[in-house]
């Protein structure tokens, strides 16, 4: 048996069974791992909000063979969704994209750490930008070309010239998704934008 210490980004969670909840976590050293919060489900409802994704949380990770569950956990930083709906749905497309690209168990602390960097560069931001549809294309288009860079798979070459933002993400997301046989889309997370704008557009 091993003990896992280390801080961790909330990718994702599942409700596994009635008392269970299945965390799927990107952690600075040991890179993504899943594991079991047991009886997380009837835990106290602030234990509860640091399994959201988004948060940034230290964790205790106990590995058994192939088994992992989490014994104990505390949040460190999360989004103040009070705040501004826009950083939320930035932040929720960056933990997205990550737990569709990285591969189990494969330390990434230098990606980790970038990650780090745009959380803070995101909590900073004026609010009023978050609301303009072209600075979100224009965040999302800047990360997901540096998440290509740090995995080594952008080459200048294989895309197009044009002064389209949103173009570019879409372009981006088809490379990322036949890259990884993936499918990524911005709009599942960027809604209420998407329909906004769309909106403007027939009126």
Same mark, same amino acid.
């Given at each position: 048996m091993?003990?896992?210490?280390?801080?961790?980004? %909330?990718?994702?969670?599942?409700?596994?069974n009635?008392s269970?909840?299945?965390?799927?976590?990107?952690?600075? *050293?040991?890179?993504?791992i899943?594991?079991?919060?047991?009886r997380?489900r009837v835990?106290?409802? #602030?234990?509860?909000?640091?399994? *959201?994704?988004?948060?940034? /949380?230290y964790?205790? /990770?106990?590995?058994?063979?192939?088994? *992992?569950?989490l $014994?104990?956990?505390?949040?460190?930083?999360?989004?103040?969704?009070?705040?501004?709906?826009?950083? $939320?749905?930035?932040c929720?497309? /960056? %933990?997205?994209?990550?737990?569709?690209?990285? @591969?189990?168990n494969?330390?990434?602390?230098?990606?980790?750490?970038?990650? @780090?960097?745009?959380?803070?560069?995101i909590?900073? %931001?004026?609010e009023?930008? $978050?609301?303009?549809?072209?600075? $979100?294309y224009?965040?999302?288009?800047?990360f997901?070309?540096r998440?290509?860079?740090?995995?080594? /798979?952008?080459f200048?070459?294989?895309?197009?010239?044009?002064?389209?933002i @949103?173009? #570019?993400?879409c @372009?981006?997301?088809?490379y990322?998704?036949?890259?990884?046989?993936?499918?990524?889309?911005?709009?599942?997370? +960027?809604? !209420?934008? %998407?329909?906004?704008w769309? !909106?403007?557009?027939? +009126?």
């Open positions: 091993e003990l896992l210490k280390d801080n961790a980004l %909330v990718l994702s969670r599942k409700y596994y009635e269970n909840i299945l965390v799927t976590l990107f952690t600075k *050293t040991y890179g993504k899943s594991c079991i919060s047991y997380g835990s106290k409802k #602030k234990e509860l909000y640091a399994l *959201t994704p988004t948060s940034y /949380i964790t205790e /990770i106990k590995k058994n063979g192939s088994k *992992t569950s $014994v104990d956990y505390r949040l460190l930083k999360n989004v103040d969704t009070s705040k501004s709906i826009g950083k $939320v749905e930035l929720l497309y /960056i %933990v997205y994209v990550l737990d569709k690209i990285l @591969e189990y494969q330390e990434e602390k230098e990606l980790y750490e970038r990650i @780090e960097k745009i959380y803070d560069y909590e900073e %931001v004026d009023k930008k $978050v609301e303009s549809l072209e600075y $979100v224009k965040f999302i288009s800047r997901l070309k998440i290509l860079i740090d995995l080594g /798979i952008y200048e070459g294989n895309f197009k010239e044009t002064r389209n @949103e173009d #570019k993400v @372009e981006y997301e088809k990322i998704n036949t890259y990884f046989n993936i499918d990524l889309d911005y709009r599942k997370i +960027i809604t !209420r934008r %998407v329909y906004k769309k !909106r403007l557009q027939i +009126i």
